[in-house]
């Protein structure tokens, strides 16, 4: 990783998470990638200011959002695509966090 890269943990993860494919990476994956122990990227993160959960499900919720915005995108495969474990699974995620489901804020965001 470049030395200035190397500084800014919270941006190289965020960047990490919005290009991430048919899986949610997880904070040991994220060590793993960098070569260090969870802990010690824990630490770094919270130095940031960063909270590794918090930044991964908002992100999966603005991809989800994006998504949603084409009508051509199915459920499943939008949920496929954000690493979860079934569609199901994805609409009671996305209702936690939105307080509707996919298919009514889909609804609303195309009219």
Not at 39 to 56: S, Y
Request: hydrophobic content about 40%.
């Amino acid at each position: 990783m470049p030395q200035q890269l190397a500084q800014e943990y919270g941006g190289w993860i965020d960047l990490m998470l919005r290009e991430a494919e048919a899986v949610q990476p997880t904070l040991a994956d994220f060590a793993d990638m960098l070569a260090m122990s969870p802990r010690n990227l824990t630490r770094k993160l919270t130095a940031e200011g960063v909270n590794l959960r918090e930044m991964a499900n908002r992100i999966r919720h603005e991809r989800a959002c994006a998504m949603l915005a084409n009508p051509r995108m199915a459920l499943p495969q939008i949920a496929y695509r954000l690493g979860y474990s079934g569609t199901t699974t994805f609409i009671r995620c996305f209702r936690s966090v939105s307080g509707t489901t996919p298919a009514v804020w889909r609804q609303n965001c195309t009219q």
